[in-house]
């Protein structure tokens, strides 16, 4: 079993840039990959990134292409959401999750707890 834990949340101005960090424990050799998703006030979840774990293939919602990154770093079972060019609009609490089978914008298995991210105007 697969556990995954967010860091890194928190408040900045419009413009500003966050980085989260998802860290994987338990058996991370079954894993295929972490996506980061997002629930903003009154609205539904809805997926943000994702990453595969071997290749380091990664997929983007089209709203935060060019100014969200999402790495990985094997060696710590860390996977990272750096966030430049923050909007209003990228408020939401975000949560990471883990996979066991390639489909980036599909199911997900394991859930982490979520981090809040504010942004103000």
Sequence with gaps: QVQVAESGGGSVQAGG???????????TSNMYGIGW???A?????????????S??????????????TIS???AKNTVYLQM???????TAV????????????GTYDVWGQGTQVSVSS
């Design 17 to 27: 840039s966050l980085r989260l960090s998802c860290t994987a424990s338990g058996h």
């Design 37 to 39: 998703h997002r629930r």
């Design 41 to 53: 006030p009154g609205k539904e979840r809805e997926f943000v990134a994702a990453i595969d774990w």
């Design 55 to 68: 290749g380091g293939s990664t997929w983007y919602e089209k709203s935060v292409k060019g100014r969200f």
């Design 72 to 74: 990985r770093d094997s």
């Design 84 to 90: 430049n060019s923050l909007k209003p609009e990228d």
């Design 94 to 105: 975000y949560f990471c999750a883990a996979q066991r089978y390639s489909d980036p914008k």
